[in-house]
């Protein structure tokens, strides 16, 4: 039995047991082994690192300074994207388009079910009715809601400077009527509903 | 008091600035002051450290150019784990140990590197050199050029330690293995670097 690699280490390294002694005295192999590994040994000694050049030592430095600089942007941007000021605003746009984008269904979804309700129905149905479901809808229509809210204070002027009811319109002359004006106007416009023809 | 010391080299990094209260700081004090913030501190990681570490990387891979981004790509490593030093080794068996993996790693995705024995890159045949100091470079060229062309564990084992003076122990840790491990390595990275050098001065 001859000395492992490991015994041969430790008697290379000084470090050598009495058994490996008493070994190697009596063993010519590992005596020409041993002798073989320590000049591979003194060899390997050799193998010095050439000298490079004295300005690379500070190249090298400058090198790893913008190598970690560049390291830690190219962490940082990636980290931006948890940090609370990129979110918050981010996460108010997506719910945003996410409102943008599901209202048009909601609302046809909406519409759609009384008048499918309606259809089957064997007789026509009652003007209450078709008045309750509009003032459902827009009791219910976020977007109608805001423009009946917005249009409750208007008065004719802020109409007109919209361009919905100009200065010779028939919605302008009406509402400038008293009380008698009006209920001529309302017996012109039965008289002439009730002629035949109209 | 603190004072700075301010040095510009041309044509190389345009600023580098050392305190000098750094200087006189151990290597756990050093890393504190890193962690705390203090830039300055790891330069002086640099500085002390880039020699060992560019030498250690050479080893492996047998050429300036690789081994200089190699010495780089450690220390971009170190700087980014520092939290981990924990002061158990010294600062050098640590950033050898992160040399070793940034190495085996390289060496793993190139397969084995070779330098040429004829590798003049920093003899200067201009000058007048003596011809025993030209054998010797052609030798040291030679015990290089074969130890890179050991199978990766056997050349980490002994370049840490032939170069780099790592214990047994150190170079398991560093390599994840046994010790016993180690020695057999070593013992066969021998072994081996006698088959490729020949008889040639053995």
């Not at chain 1, 000084?14 to 320590?38: D, F, K, N, P």
């Not at chain 2, 450290?49 to 200089?68: I, K």
Request: aromatic residues 6%; charged residues 25%.
């Amino acid at each position: 039995m001859h000395l492992s690699p490991e015994e041969f280490v430790d008697v290379v390294e000084g470090a050598r047991s009495a058994e490996s002694v008493a070994h190697l005295a009596a063993c010519e192999v590992c005596r020409t082994q041993l002798t073989a590994i320590r000049a591979a040994l003194s060899r390997a000694a050799d193998g010095d690192v050439p000298e490079p050049s004295p300005l690379f030592w500070s190249q090298l430095s400058g090198r790893v300074n913008a190598a970690i600089d560049a390291d830690a942007s190219s962490r940082r941007g990636w980290t931006s994207w948890l940090q609370p000021r990129v979110l918050m605003p981010m996460s108010a746009m997506a719910a945003l388009v996410l409102v943008v984008a599901l209202l048009p269904a909601a609302r046809g979804a909406f519409r759609s079910t009384p008048l499918r309700l309606l259809a089957p129905a064997a007789t026509p149905p009652a003007v209450d009715a078709v008045d309750a479901r509009d003032t459902n809808d827009q009791a219910s229509d976020p977007l109608l809601a805001m423009v009946g809210d917005l249009s409750a204070t208007m008065d004719l002027d802020t109409v007109a400077d919209a361009g919905l009811a100009g200065q010779g319109s028939a919605e302008r002359a009406v509402s400038r009527m008293n009380d008698a004006e009006l209920r001529t106007l309302k017996q012109l416009l039965q008289a002439e509903l009730g002629r035949p023809g109209a | 008091m603190a004072s700075s010391l301010t040095w510009t080299l041309p044509g190389t990094w345009p600023m580098a600035t050392v305190d000098d209260s750094l200087e006189n700081l151990d290597e756990r004090a050093l890393v504190e002051a890193c962690l705390a913030g203090r830039r300055e501190a790891f330069d002086l990681i640099v500085e002390r450290h880039r020699r060992p570490v560019y030498q250690l990387c050479y080893r492996f891979v047998g050429n300036h150019e690789d081994a200089s981004d190699l010495a780089q790509d450690v220390f971009v490593r170190a700087y980014r784990g520092l939290r981990n030093f924990r002061g158990q080794a010294t600062l050098a068996t640590w950033l050898y140990r992160i040399g070793v993996n940034v190495c085996l790693n390289r060496v793993s995705a190139r397969g084995l590197p070779t330098e040429p024995i004829a590798d003049r890159q920093f003899v200067d045949s201009t000058a007048d050199v003596a011809p025993d100091r030209l054998v010797r470079t052609e030798r040291q060229a030679r015990v290089r050029a074969a130890i890179a062309r050991l199978p990766r564990k056997q050349r980490a084992t002994l370049i840490l330690r032939m170069y780099h003076e790592m214990s047994h122990q150190e170079i398991a840790a560093a390599l994840g293995s046994s010790v016993g491990a180690v020695k057999a390595n070593f013992f066969h990275a021998l072994g081996n670097l006698k088959k490729l050098l020949g008889n040639e001065g053995l």
